[in-house]
T-cell receptor
Framework: EAQVTQNPRYLITVTGKKLTVTCSQN?????MSWYRQDPGLGLRQIYY???????DKGDVPEGYKVSRKEKRNFPLILESPSPNQTSLYFC???????????FGPGTRLTVL | GIQVEQSPPDLILQEGANSTLRCNFS?????LQWFHQNPWGQLINLFY???GTKQNGRLSATTVATERYSLLYISSSQTTDSGVYFC????????????FGKGTRLHILP
């Protein structure tokens, strides 16, 4: 079954404690992205990757890091989380630039 | 600058009614999708439609790229249609970013 998985689905943490949210896809897609969703602001792209070892900033990259060492995985790293990073995070994949995106189930992060 | 605007922001309808949701965009596009976010937060693909018209059951969508808008039609609404509808756009001659509109919140009353 084609799917995008994210872990964890829910996380409560404290300011400054490094964390990683994993994203994995089994569709052999080239493109992967991370978004955050906040009330009244819709979804905003954090980072995206066009292929292994190729990443670029989205509209809200501050405070986040990503890596793409394997095609199927695209982890989102928060080196020093802050309360303003409390949000709902989505990972998404697409085959190429002119293809539809498929979203993971979301990760709800709370930073105290 | 680059913009994606959705209207109306909120819509309340009785079950069985029809609705039209609009997405305006500020430049030429090479990627456009409509999504439904259900009350549990899941994002469900509705249409990939950078141009033309598509239909899937009670839902249909039209994108008029030359006039920079897309429409999502929902006919004979059901309570399960409630949620937020987003359009997401990739622009030509720009990087590979995808920009989401702020969504239309639809509430269908039984």
């Amino acid at each position: 079954e084609a799917q995008v998985t994210q872990n964890p689905r829910y996380l409560i943490t404290v300011t400054g404690k490094k964390l990683t949210v994993t994203c994995s896809q089994n569709m052999n897609h080239e493109y992967m992205s991370w978004y955050r969703q906040d009330p009244g602001l819709g979804l905003r792209q954090i980072y995206y990757s066009m292929n292994v070892e190729v990443t670029d900033k989205g509209d809200v990259p501050e405070g986040y890091k990503v890596s793409r060492k394997e095609k199927r995985n695209f982890p989102l790293i928060l080196e020093s989380p802050s309360p303003n990073q409390t949000s709902l995070y989505f990972c998404a994949t697409r085959k190429g630039r002119y293809n539809e995106q498929f979203f993971g189930p979301g990760t709800r992060l709370t930073v105290l | 600058g680059i913009q994606v605007e959705q209207s109306p922001p909120d819509l309340i309808l009785q079950e069985g009614a029809n609705s039209t949701l609009r997405c305006n965009f500020s430049d030429s596009v090479n990627n456009l999708q409509w999504f439904h976010q259900n009350p549990w937060g899941q994002l469900i693909n509705l249409f990939y439609i950078p141009s033309g018209t598509k239909q899937n059951g009670r839902l249909s969508a039209t994108t008029v790229a030359t006039e920079r808008y897309s429409l999502l039609y929902i006919s004979s609404s059901q309570t399960t249609d409630s949620g937020v509808y987003f359009c997401a756009v990739g622009f030509m001659n720009r990087d590979d970013k995808i920009i989401f509109g702020k969504g239309t919140r639809l509430h269908i009353l039984p």
